[in-house]
């Protein structure tokens, strides 16, 4: 039970991991309510007609050749064009951690109240996660997962939490 243990907590830490590097570096979106790491949205436009295409042929072979000329045509009138597909949204490093926190934020600071470093709880009662300023570390049982984030997500992390103490200390 143990590796099981120790395998989902290290899966749940390098997920958080992933989506907090993609959403620093813009490559994080929302995709009907799901996360997506998308690197090159033209492909992925692409992707997406491709499927409504084989979608929509796949249920409609039949159609007026007169009306409509060749069955191309008839598809690209029924189905549009790559630029017809709407673009997902995409989600800022802030905007994920405040979706995605629990709202218990925690503030390391100097005698004279200035910010050292914060961590905020991403999941409890399971595994115990808390993201930091600079990495990520997960808690479940006697199993200990800690994961560093990447340069450019700790300075956006960094920023995230100097926004908070600012609002806080006002």
């Known amino acids: 039970m143990s590796a099981n243990i120790d395998e989902e907590l ?3 830490v390098k997920g958080i991991v992933d989506d907090l590097e993609a959403a620093a570096s813009g490559s994080l979106y929302d995709v009907d309510g799901e996360y997506v790491v998308i690197d090159d949205l033209d492909e992925w436009k692409q992707e997406q ?7 929509f042929k796949s249920v409609y072979r039949d159609y007026d ?4 000329g060749s069955y ?7 189905c549009g064009t790559v630029d017809d597909i709407d673009e997902p949204d995409e989600v800022s490093l802030y905007d994920y951690v405040e979706k995605e926190s629990l709202g218990d934020v925690r503030f390391e600071v100097d005698s004279s109240k200035e910010l050292c470093g914060g961590k905020t709880l991403f999941c409890y009662g399971g595994p115990n996660i808390w993201v930091a300023d600079d990495e990520v570390r997960g808690y479940w049982g006697s199993a200990t997962v800690e994961m560093s984030l990447n340069s450019e997500t700790r300075s956006a992390m960094w ?3 100097e926004e908070m103490w600012s609002n806080i200390k006002g």
């Open 159 to 161: 920023g995230y939490f």
């Open 65 to 68: 050749h007169e009306m409509y």
């Open 72 to 78: 191309d045509e008839y598809v690209e009138d029924e």
């Open 49 to 55: 007609y491709d499927r409504k295409v084989d979608a």
């Open 10 to 12: 290290h899966a749940q």
